[in-house]
């Protein structure tokens, strides 16, 4: 069974970035099936997919963000990050992981992350 | 930016059967792109109930369907029961975004 576990700060302060990790067991990154990527709920609406990024190092990002976002992988450590520079209070929300094979079959708990001074 | 467009909230008694509808356009559901359906309950991580359409997971009880017609979806749910009581939402992918998108979402409510 594949889990999926965010990890990073659960406060960040407007205009510096936020740094997410997703580790994945029960399952390899490596895996040339899958995509692994980030999507966010801000409190109480809908979800936004961020990105993701296959074990190649290929990445896909939503336009909206794109300036800001950078996906990385870690085979060695079976992880993948996530980077949002130049927060503001509009990018609090749960961030989560999730396995990409068309639809979203596995995803991390989530990370409440709140940007605020 | 949701371009899938759901009902804010639907609702029906034990037992009953509801429906939730998933609205798209030509660049997303009308282009071919599979539909995906996720379940929400309080407090937790979607889930998904629905792949490729009408498939469900290993574990997902058959009370649950799912359709695709033109550029919209439905999710069907037969039986409901109190255990039903959550957000949905569709998701599928968008060429004129390039990216994948998600249904507004609907909450389910038990009367």
């Known amino acids: 069974q594949v889990q999926l576990q965010e990890s990073g700060p659960g406060l960040v302060k407007p205009s510096e970035t936020l740094s997410l990790t997703c580790t994945v067991s029960?399952?390899?990154?490596?895996?040339?099936?899958?995509?692994w990527s980030w999507i966010r709920q801000s409190p109480g609406k809908g979800l936004e997919w961020i990105g993701h990024?296959?074990?190649?190092?290929?990445?896909n990002y939503n336009p909206s963000l794109k300036s800001r976002v950078t996906i990385s992988v870690d085979t060695s450590k079976n992880h993948f990050s996530l980077k949002l520079t130049s927060v503001t209070a509009a990018d609090t929300a749960v961030y989560y992981c999730?396995?990409?094979?068309?639809?979203?079959?596995?995803w991390g708990q989530g990370a409440l992350v709140t940007v605020a001074s | 930016q949701s371009v899938l467009t759901q009902p804010p909230s639907v609702s029906g008694a034990p037992g009953q059967r509801v429906t939730i509808s998933c609205t798209g356009s030509?660049?997303?559901?009308?282009?071919?792109?599979?539909v995906h359906w996720y379940q929400q309950l309080p407090g937790t991580a979607p889930k998904l109930l629905i792949y490729g359409n009408r498939n469900r997971p290993s574990g997902v009880p058959d009370r649950f369907s799912g359709s695709k017609s033109g550029t919209s979806a439905s999710l069907a749910i037969s039986g409901l029961q109190a255990e039903d009581e959550a957000d949905y939402y569709c998701q599928s992918y968008d060429s004129s975004l390039s990216g994948y998108v998600f249904g507004t979402g609907t909450k389910v409510t038990v009367l």
């Open positions: 999730a396995r990409l094979t068309g639809s979203f079959d596995y």
């Open positions: 030509s660049s997303n559901i009308g282009s071919g792109y599979d």
């Open positions: 029960g399952g390899s990154v490596s895996s040339g099936s899958y995509y």
């Open positions: 990024i296959y074990y190649s190092g290929e990445t």
